[in-house]
């Protein structure tokens, strides 16, 4: 493995895919233990988690849904400065178990402001799964209950995550070099 430039940037190899495939398993196996009998529904959040969420949703056992939506935002809307609304949620979420899948949390911010909106819903629960948490980051009070890898604050890209666009086809996690 090598660097390699996207865009103006150069970016070197983080977390392979060997060591991706065994966290996937173990956030899978969590959710298979913790949702049997439940038949979550899945929601990937557009575009960046679509990769971890195929990986994700191929290693659960137990019956599950999965379904995709794109969150689009709008500033000055309200008096927080941001709404968030999900295009493209067809689902009737009510009494459902929603798992949201997604590719990184970083200030938290867009689940921040998704999370009343889904609530309107009146899904049973709703618990967040994503592939990466940037913890010093962190602005917004989100939790995730399965994350498959807590990492620096630094940008990163593949494995469904862009820079600017390029990126999300590469099969292992890159970091921006120093
Ligand atoms: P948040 O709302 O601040 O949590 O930001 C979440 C979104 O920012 C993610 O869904 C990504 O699209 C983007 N993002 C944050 N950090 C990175 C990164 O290191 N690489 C690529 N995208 C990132
Ligand atoms: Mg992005």
Redesign the pocket.
């Known amino acids: 493995m090598t660097e390699i430039q996207i865009h103006d940037k150069v970016f070197v190899p983080f977390i392979d895919k060997a060591r991706i495939d065994v966290r996937i398993a173990a956030v899978a196996a969590a959710i298979n233990t913790d949702y049997a009998g439940k038949r979550p529904l899945i929601l990937g959040?557009l575009n960046?988690?679509f990769v971890f969420a195929a990986d994700l949703f191929r290693n659960l056992t137990i019956e599950a849904e999965i379904s995709f939506v794109k969150l689009a935002s709008y500033k000055g809307v309200s008096s927080s400065g941001n709404v968030i609304t999900a295009i493209g949620l067809e689902e009737n979420l009510n009494g459902r178990h929603i798992i949201i899948v997604?590719?990184?949390?970083?200030?938290?911010?867009?689940?921040?402001t998704f999370l009343p909106d889904l609530q309107l819903r009146q899904p049973a629960s709703v618990a967040i799964a994503t592939f990466?948490t940037?913890p010093s980051?962190l602005?917004?009070d989100?939790k995730a209950a399965y994350c498959a890898f807590e990492i620096e604050n630094?940008?990163?890209?593949g494995y469904g995550?862009?820079?600017d666009g390029l990126g999300r086809n590469i099969p292992e996690l890159y970091i921006l070099k120093d």
């Open positions: 959040i960046g988690s997604e590719d990184i949390i970083d200030t938290g911010k867009t689940l921040h990466l940037k980051a602005k917004y989100v630094k940008f990163v890209v995550l862009d820079y």
